[in-house]
């Protein structure tokens, strides 16, 4: 079972990426998604997250209104497009599935994990 998440890069502030993770190995169609993040020497934090059927969306406070996650289940891939950016935007973003259809903020919730991507927001 694979996630594989891309698609961060170098970006200045105000500016957008949109994140991909596709699953691979077998179909996360039933279960929640959600995307984290990490900055040297701090915890993993919680991003957004999305029920199994797309329905319920949830973020954090710090990225709520600029960043939207969705889901397209014929594809089985999960997305986090992110917009206005900010410098502390800045960290490894990791996506994860849940086995369990609806969302949660706690990154023990997770039972798969991909391997993350560098996303850097200069100011």
């Known amino acids: 079972v694979q996630l594989q998440a891309s698609g961060g890069g170098l970006v200045q502030a105000g500016g957008s990426l949109r994140l991909s993770c596709a699953a691979a190995?077998?179909?996360?169609?039933?279960?929640?998604m959600g995307w984290f993040r990490q900055t040297p020497g701090k915890q993993r934090e919680f991003v957004a997250n999305?029920?199994?059927?797309?329905?319920?969306?949830y973020y954090a406070n710090s990225v709520m209104g600029r960043f939207t996650i969705s889901r397209d289940n014929t594809k089985n891939s999960v997305y986090l497009q992110m917009n206005s950016l900010k410098p502390e935007d800045t960290g490894v973003y990791y996506c994860?599935?849940?086995?369990?259809?609806?969302?949660?903020?706690?990154?023990?919730?997770?039972?798969?994990w991909g391997q993350g991507t560098q996303v850097t927001v200069s100011s």
């Open positions: 190995g077998r179909s996360f169609n039933n279960e929640a």
């Open positions: 994860a599935a849940r086995t369990y259809p609806s969302g949660s903020s706690d990154l023990l919730q997770y039972a798969y």
């Open positions: 999305i029920d199994s059927a797309g329905d319920n969306r």
